[in-house]
């Protein structure tokens, strides 16, 4: 029952955001932005490194973002830029922006908001087997995995 629940829960915030992506309001960055059915890397899913340069309050981004599976209580945008593949199909090329839809940074990043920005970290992106996002995991760049 309980799983029933979940997804039906989680079919209808899908059905609220669309897909993949989160549409704040488009800008015209969002010209050319990856298909939500590329958004997750394929089986195997992608691992970029990138700076934090911002983290907002979902309400106040403007522009697009990946959903993430921590979307039923997702209140923020973490902006990442620089973005440096390093495998899989990353959906934002060398140096490019990307941005992901986020529970907390403190969840993601284990650190407060402040304590992230301007700070390089790894990214680890998995497609979700029950929803069409991305599991993200970061790590500081230039840590021992």
């Given amino acids: 029952m309980k799983h029933n629940v979940l997804l039906a829960i ?20 969002d010209q050319g932005t990856t298909p939500p059915a590329a958004a997750d890397g394929g089986e195997q899913g992608y691992v970029f490194t990138g700076r934090v340069a911002s983290i907002v309050y979902r309400g106040k981004y403007q ?26 199909s990353v959906p934002a090329g060398e140096g ?15 650190a407060p908001a402040d304590e992230v920005i301007g700070r390089m970290y790894k990214f680890t992106a998995r497609p979700s087997e029950h929803i069409p996002a991305v599991t993200l995991r970061t790590t500081p760049a230039g840590d021992d995995d």
């Fill in 96 to 110: 490019r922006t990307l941005a992901y839809l986020i529970h907390s940074p403190v969840q993601l990043f284990a």
């Fill in 63 to 88: 522009g697009t973002a990946i959903l993430t599976t921590f979307d039923s209580n997702a209140g923020w945008v973490a902006v990442i830029e620089d973005v440096q593949p390093v495998s899989g």
């Fill in 10 to 29: 989680t079919a209808g915030v899908m059905a609220a955001v669309g897909a993949a992506f989160v549409g704040c309001a488009p800008t015209e960055s």
